[in-house]
């Protein structure tokens, strides 16, 4: 499976973006899917997840209640929706897919997209 992540930008503080995750090749529907985040000079952290199939969501605590992910099986596209942006919010994007729901730590999954820029200003 490849993925290939879109959607970054630049935003202003209080703004929104939509992320983009689409796959190509067999198996989208088998993996659970997540993103993550990575700041300049920091460690890459979990964002949100979501369940191969029922549609349920994990969510970092900083980000609950400000982003939602979602899925299309049909369209092998993931999104995550980012709503009331903060500056500590810009990072580089990444989404992933792995065989454990929730999975939190980003040696549990098995590809990842090249990452798309999200910048906030103020």
């Known amino acids: 499976v490849q993925l290939q992540a879109s959607g970054g930008g630049l935003v202003q503080t209080g703004g929104s973006l939509r992320l983009s995750c689409a796959a190509s090749?067999?198996?989208?529907?088998?993996?659970?899917m997540g993103w993550f985040r990575q700041a300049p000079g920091k460690e890459r952290e979990f964002v949100a997840a979501?369940?191969?199939?029922?549609?349920?969501?994990h969510y970092a605590d900083s980000v609950k209640g400000r982003f939602t992910i979602s899925r299309s099986n049909t369209k092998n596209t993931a999104y995550l929706v980012m709503s009331s942006l903060k500056l500590e919010d810009t990072a580089v994007y990444y989404c992933?897919?792995?065989?454990?729901?929730?999975?939190?730590?980003?040696?549990?999954?098995?590809?990842w997209g090249q990452g798309t820029q999200v910048t906030v200003s103020s």
């Open positions: 979501i369940h191969r199939s029922d549609g349920s969501t």
């Open positions: 090749g067999y198996g989208f529907s088998n993996y659970h």
């Open positions: 992933g897919l792995c065989r454990r729901d929730g999975a939190d730590g980003e040696y549990e999954y098995d590809y």
